[in-house]
């Protein structure tokens, strides 16, 4: 696999060619007080302008995602999806002992 860096703008960037450039590999460094600048091209498809809330997931392997508040609930909910609601389950015992008293 072939690697180039080039400078663009203050942040160096890794231009790769083959499977890596394919996936989508994106450089930034971490300048002061741990800001972190999100590339134009990047911003732009996934429409992230300033203000917006991004959320930061760190996975067991140590990966870190980086997706919208948006995205990131929408992931949550499903993730949820058929799992027993705790107040549903709250009801249905409180039911049970309900039954059994009487």
Same mark, same amino acid.
């Given at each position: 696999?072939?690697?180039?860096?080039?400078?663009?703008?203050?942040? =160096?960037?890794? $231009?790769?060619?083959?499977?890596?450039? @394919?996936? *989508?590999? !994106? %450089?930034?460094?971490?300048?002061?007080?741990?800001?972190?600048?999100? =590339?134009?091209? $990047?911003?732009?498809?996934?429409?992230? @302008?300033? *203000?917006? !809330? %991004?959320?930061?997931?760190?996975?067991?392997?140590?990966?870190?995602?980086?997706?919208?508040?948006?995205?990131?609930?929408?992931?949550?909910?499903?993730?949820?999806?058929?799992?027993?609601?705790?107040?549903?389950?709250?009801?249905?015992?409180?039911?049970?002992?309900?039954?059994?008293?009487?």
């Amino acid at each position: 696999m072939g690697r180039l860096w080039s400078q663009v703008g203050k942040c =160096p960037t890794l $231009l790769l060619t083959g499977t890596l450039f @394919a996936m *989508g590999v !994106t %450089l930034s460094i971490l300048g002061d007080k741990g800001r972190l600048v999100v =590339p134009r091209d $990047l911003r732009l498809r996934h429409n992230w @302008a300033q *203000g917006s !809330t %991004l959320v930061f997931t760190e996975l067991d392997d140590g990966e870190v995602r980086l997706q919208s508040a948006d995205a990131a609930l929408a992931q949550f909910r499903a993730s949820v999806v058929g799992t027993p609601s705790p107040v549903d389950e709250l009801l249905a015992e409180r039911h049970r002992e309900a039954v059994v008293e009487r």
